[in-house]
């Protein structure tokens, strides 16, 4: 299984952006799904956005419009430019692909917090 390295976290205040990058240990050409999840404390793991292989993009309602996946197959690396964030999006971000996701396994994930 590939590992994966979420990073860019940060404090923020409200309105600004933080763009989190997840670095896989291998090629993710062949990966078909990514996707940015995230879990603020006291509440379950959300999605929050993800990314097929060919460029196609979905968004958990209240991140359209603020949020956008993009992955650089060359890079291995999958981004998520936030924008406009609010103090209910602070959570710990994490990547992930569907078999890991299936198989629960997780990496560390990256910290936001926003401030109001």
């Known amino acids: 299984q590939v590992q994966l390295v979420e990073s860019g976290g940060g404090l923020v205040q409200a309105g600004g952006s933080l763009r989190l990058s997840c670095a896989a240990s291998?090629?993710?050409?062949?990966?078909?799904?990514m996707g940015w999840y995230r879990q603020a404390p006291g509440k379950q793991r959300e999605l929050v956005a993800t990314?097929?292989?060919?460029?196609?993009?979905n968004y958990a309602d209240s991140e359209k419009g603020r949020f956008t996946i993009s992955r650089d197959n060359t890079k291995n690396t999958v981004y998520l430019q936030m924008n406009s964030l609010k103090p209910e999006d602070t959570a710990v971000y994490y990547c992930?692909?569907?078999?890991?996701?299936?198989?629960?396994?997780w990496g560390q994930g990256t910290q936001v917090t926003v401030s109001s």
């Open positions: 992930n692909t569907n078999t890991r996701r299936i198989m629960g396994l």
């Open positions: 291998g090629s993710i050409l062949s990966i078909n799904v």
């Open positions: 990314i097929t292989s060919g460029g196609s993009t």
